[in-house]
Structure formats: structure tokens, C-alpha cells
């Protein structure tokens, strides 16, 4: 890595002395009279100057990018991207029903307790396609692999992988399957 930083430089040191050769050509052939040639060689110049200008400002993004190991102008690396992956989201709900390490009893009446029991299985299913969701519900509802891949004509390998992918999705949503 050392050697290609080199050569870059190396490379930067002499780009920058290409545009310098440029720069006083350019102003050579604005000292002197002008005719319709003069023009035209005076605009090649200036285009080759600005494509030169390119390669150093390439060069420098390059050689930024080698010494520092991250890309130039970002003030954030990928090292700290991992701190904020790592954070699981979750409702705010769930603190309020922790007190002093016991959790509140709620009480609710068997209609509510199933409402609100079927809609925290909505929620946690959100991230699941429909073929994932009807295999999901299956699998919640005491079928075995072997009954689900008999029931939708698939075989018991790709219930299981499925199911798999199931859990791993509910739990990056921050959800807890017991």
C-alpha cells in the first residue's frame, strides 16, 4: 500500500507540472497577436487544462483515500456504522409496564385480551411476505412441518427455512419470539 501511495504522488508531482508547462504556454500565445489559428490553439490549451485540472483533483481524492482509509469528506468511517446498527428498536410501551423490576399486571377480559393479543401478532408480522405470513400463522397455531408442507404441497425443508427466516426477520424488527 505504501508503494501505490508513492506512485501516486509521484504521479500528483508530475501532473501538477504538466498543468504548470500548460499554464504558461496559455500564456505565451495570449501575448502574442492574435489571429483565427491563435484561437483556436488558445482553446485547445484551455481544454487540456481543464482535463489535467480533473486528473489532480482525482489524484488528491485518491491519495486522501489511501492515507486516511475512508472516503474524503465523510467525518464518520464504517468502523462507527456497527454502534448504530446494533441498536434494536421497541416500543416505548414496554418500559412504562416495567416498575421495580416487576412487571404490571394488566387485567383485561377475555374479548380484550384477544383483540390485544391479535393485534401484537399484526405487528410483529408486518416484515413477512404473504407466503411467509400464512406459514408464520401455521406454525403458531401448533402445526407441525411436516402437517404445513403436507397442507401446502411444499417440501418440509423450505417450511423449516422459512420458518427460520421468519424469526430472523420478527427479531430484527426488535420482536421476542418465546
Known amino acids: ?20 508547462s500548460l499554464i504558461e504556454r496559455i500564456n505565451q500565445v ?73 412487571y404490571i399486571t394488566c387485567e383485561f377480559n377475555e374479548e380484550e385480551e384477544s383483540d390485544f393479543k391479535q393485534n401484537l401478532v399484526i405487528e410483529m408480522i408486518k416484515p413477512l411476505n404473504q407466503k411467509e405470513k400464512e406459514i408464520f400463522e401455521l406454525a403458531a397455531n401448533d402445526f407441525s412441518i411436516r402437517e404445513i408442507s403436507n397442507y401446502l404441497h411444499i417440501p418440509k425443508s423450505t417450511v423449516s427455512d422459512t420458518l427460520k427466516r421468519c424469526k430472523r426477520k420478527i427479531e430484527n424488527e426488535g420482536w421476542e419470539i418465546v
Open 1 to 20: 500500500m505504501k508503494e501505490l501511495l508513492k506512485e501516486y504522488r509521484r504521479t500528483l508531482r508530475e501532473t501538477i507540472e504538466i498543468q504548470n
Open 30 to 102: 495570449n501575448n502574442i497577436p492574435k489571429n483565427k489559428r491563435d484561437y483556436e490553439l488558445l482553446h485547445s490549451l484551455q481544454e487540456d487544462l481543464k482535463i489535467v485540472r480533473s486528473w489532480i483533483s482525482n489524484l488528491y481524492y485518491s491519495i486522501s483515500w489511501l492515507k486516511t482509509g475512508r472516503q474524503p469528506g465523510n467525518t464518520r468511517g464504517i468502523e462507527r456504522r456497527a454502534a448504530y446498527e446494533r441498536e434494536i428498536p421497541f416500543d416505548p410501551y414496554w418500559i412504562q409496564l416495567k416498575k421495580e423490576d416487576d
